[in-house]
């Protein structure tokens, strides 16, 4: 079917009309083939499981969620590349509004700057409909995972950019201007006698 959502996609749309009605949970697991296209996407080797309890409550003149996910992730080692197994549990709080809302058509082609709201903690963004619950999951998982996963056996590495057998470079060496006080201070000095 052309237009249609690959069955391994997290997709979980949920039309503006039942989100504006009333408040609503919105809890889900995400299936293997929803964990295998995530784990693709975020090039993980694997997501052993995926699941969210949100709320939606309407806000304003668009809708608000605050959920939180639950995830069995593995990563790899930035060092090692060896399998880093986490477990995620994070919570969050998402604004959406209507596009009217967040921008002002008084200056067509101006710059907008959206400002932060005080009541979200955070910038409200464009509401679509419907709005995707699963991209939303998606995307709190992505901004969940570690960016730079270790082993327990990854040792600390040290970076050396010199070639093999030159010293390295001092603290003298990479402050070339450091002795100019000195030099001033010589320059300045009178001689004895004068």
């Given at each position: 079917?052309?237009g249609?959502a690959?069955p391994?996609?997290?997709?979980r749309?949920v039309?503006?009309a039942?989100?504006?009605?009333e408040?609503?949970?919105?809890?889900?697991?995400?299936?293997?083939?929803e964990?295998?296209?995530?784990?693709a996407?975020?090039?993980l080797p694997?997501?052993g499981?995926l699941?969210w309890?949100?709320?939606?409550v309407?806000?304003?003149?668009?809708?608000?969620?605050?959920?939180?996910i639950?995830?069995?992730?593995v990563q790899?080692?930035?060092?090692?590349?060896d399998?880093?197994?986490?477990?995620?549990?994070?919570?969050?709080?998402?604004?959406?509004l209507p596009?009217?809302?967040?921008?002002d058509?008084?200056?067509?082609?101006?710059?907008?700057?959206?400002?932060?709201?005080r009541?979200?903690g955070?910038?409200?963004?464009?509401?679509?409909?419907?709005l995707?619950i699963?991209e939303?999951v998606?995307?709190?998982?992505?901004v969940?995972?570690d960016?730079?996963?270790r082993?327990?056996?990854a040792?600390?590495t040290?970076?050396?950019?010199?070639?093999?057998?030159?010293?390295?470079?001092t603290?003298?060496?990479?402050?070339?201007?450091?002795?100019?006080?000195?030099?001033a201070r010589k320059?300045?000095?009178?001689?004895?006698g004068?």
């Amino acid at each position: 079917m052309a237009g249609s959502a690959s069955p391994d996609t997290l997709t979980r749309p949920v039309s503006l009309a039942d989100l504006r009605a009333e408040s609503r949970s919105h809890d889900g697991t995400a299936s293997p083939g929803e964990c295998a296209a995530l784990a693709a996407r975020f090039g993980l080797p694997s997501i052993g499981a995926l699941s969210w309890r949100i709320e939606s409550v309407p806000w304003r003149s668009g809708v608000r969620l605050s959920g939180h996910i639950r995830a069995t992730v593995v990563q790899e080692c930035v060092v090692t590349l060896d399998p880093v197994p986490a477990e995620i549990d994070e919570p969050f709080d998402r604004g959406f509004l209507p596009f009217a809302d967040l921008y002002d058509d008084d200056k067509p082609g101006a710059e907008y700057e959206i400002t932060e709201d005080r009541d979200l903690g955070d910038v409200p963004e464009p509401l679509t409909d419907p709005l995707d619950i699963g991209e939303i999951v998606a995307e709190e998982l992505g901004v969940a995972l570690d960016p730079y996963p270790r082993s327990e056996e990854a040792q600390e590495t040290v970076y050396s950019a010199q070639p093999e057998g030159i010293a390295p470079l001092t603290e003298a060496d990479v402050k070339p201007f450091a002795g100019l006080a000195d030099l001033a201070r010589k320059m300045n000095t009178p001689k004895n006698g004068q």
